[in-house]
């Protein structure tokens, strides 16, 4: 395996472990804790399963720090081919992790 072939591995290895953390703190978390327009149904489900709250904020944590190892991955990769544009390409990964929980809470605002 090639060097430029095994930092691709390693970058997409990583990604998909971000992927799969995904689901568990945008949707199943959210869905199982938080009850829309009742403040007080939400305060049970959080001291009544604080175990799963904790379990949601350390995936945040994992996703986040993923999220960097991700992109620091693809920067290695690509500073081959062209160093100057292998920095905004792989910080992008960091900046779209928070636009996809925006768009997720803008979603479940609205019920879907």
Known sequence: MTSTSSKAHIAGFLYFLFALLGPFLLVYVPGAL???????????????????????IAADVVCGVLALAVAFALCR??????????????????????????LFMRLHHYGV
Request: charged fraction near 20%.
């Open 34 to 56: 938080v009850v829309g327009g009742n403040p007080l149904a939400t305060a049970t489900n959080i001291q009544t399963h604080e175990t799963l709250l904790r379990l949601g």
């Open 77 to 102: 990769r690509f500073e081959t081919v062209d160093k100057m544009q292998a920095v905004p390409v792989s910080s992008s990964v960091v900046s779209c992790r928070d636009e996809l929980v925006m």
